[in-house]
């Protein structure tokens, strides 16, 4: 526990798991090897069956706790909340890992320490280093339009930001950081530089804040089930109170784990409806060129999620999700999503 005194904070970590016992169980044996270990650990069970249950039964984990909740309070942002409720007074950073994640040893230990080096931080996310493949690049010109440069490093642009980069479409803002017309680029724009950004968005599943804000802030109750977005809604609301941060040498790694995600069709709804939802938190009356760019990038995501038919073998998601995106974007011009404060 020297680290722990070293680092002067006391912190909790909540796992919210729905399930995914084995997932959940390769996420603490990699919590048991921390150099700086939490304070608590409370696992924040949804499951309709038994299995996580017993797999922590029989494999024993230091300040854990366990909680099984009802129907009523199922879901990711209704658990996330019910472990708030529960965490040690004592605490005084509350952090949040996915359940398929995989930490590197170190994980806590520089994720903590960040509110040493930055005492005004609210909040501070954690890197995934295993989605992204980064190479080093010194010279931005000779860059291409496939390709994303960030700090000295550039990767691979996906489909979608190059053909938004040719119709002018592109975020005009810095990874983490949320432009008028939403469709920015997200923290895993970030590259594993070593440094600690500042940001205004952080990715709920990896992610740490100070317990103090949650006297003023929780997590929405509109995002129901499987939550969708609900970390970028949470962030985004935080970051007009106060900093945020990615500490990059935090780093882990995530297996996205197929267990009780909603199917396709559900998927692509959310992907839209909750999509205008985060982005009217942020910015309630856009100008009209900024409602253009968000339609426009709804319809061109909906062309290239179509275009995945001739493209992959999963041909039946590409068209529920398709589907889904479709649905929902129609939605919103009779049933839009109410704002909750």
């Not at 996420?27 to 304070?39: A, F, G, I, M």
């Not at 960030?150 to 119709?167: A, P």
Request: with cysteine; proline share 4%; aromatic share 14%.
């Amino acid at each position: 526990m020297n680290e722990l005194k070293k680092n002067n904070f006391l912190f909790s970590l909540v796992v919210c798991t729905n399930m995914r016992p084995n997932a959940l169980l390769n996420l603490l044996n990699s919590v048991k090897l921390q150099e700086l270990y939490p304070n608590e650990i409370l696992i924040i069970d949804g499951s309709t069956t038994n299995e996580t249950y017993e797999i922590l039964n029989v494999n024993i984990f230091e300040n854990l706790s366990y909680y099984l909740v009802s129907n009523e309070q199922r879901g990711l942002t209704k658990q996330r909340n019910f472990g708030i409720s529960k965490v040690s007074e004592a605490t005084e950073i509350i952090c949040f890992l996915d359940d398929d994640t995989i930490l590197d040893k170190d994980y806590f230990k520089n994720l903590i320490s960040t509110y040493t080096l930055y005492p005004d931080a609210l909040g501070v996310g954690g890197y995934i280093k295993n989605e992204t493949s980064w190479s080093i690049s010194e010279n931005v010109e000779k860059i291409k339009i496939n390709e994303f440069y960030f700090d000295g490093y550039k990767r691979s642009e996906g489909t979608r930001f190059v053909l938004r980069k040719k119709l002018g479409l592109d975020a005009n803002q810095p990874p983490g950081f949320f432009p008028e017309f939403s469709h920015g680029r997200s923290i895993g724009f970030l590259p594993p530089s070593g440094k600690i950004y500042e940001v205004e968005q952080l990715m709920g599943g990896v992610s740490s804040f100070k317990k103090e804000i949650f006297l003023e802030f929780q997590f929405s109750p509109y995002f129901e089930g499987y939550g969708l977005y609900e970390d970028a809604d949470f962030t985004l609301r935080l970051s007009k109170k106060g900093k945020l941060f990615v500490n990059t040498n935090a780093q882990l790694q995530h297996f996205h784990d197929q267990s009780g995600r909603p199917n396709k069709y559900v998927y692509g709804k959310m992907v839209v409806r909750n999509g205008w939802y985060v982005w009217r938190v942020k910015y309630p009356n856009p100008s009209l060129k900024a409602t253009i760019k968000w339609h426009s990038i709804i319809v061109l995501l909906i062309i290239i999620r179509l275009s995945n038919f001739f493209t992959t073998n999963k041909k039946r998601e590409a068209i529920t999700e398709t589907l889904g995106r479709f649905v929902g974007w129609l939605s919103l011009g009779f049933n839009k999503p109410k704002i909750v404060n």
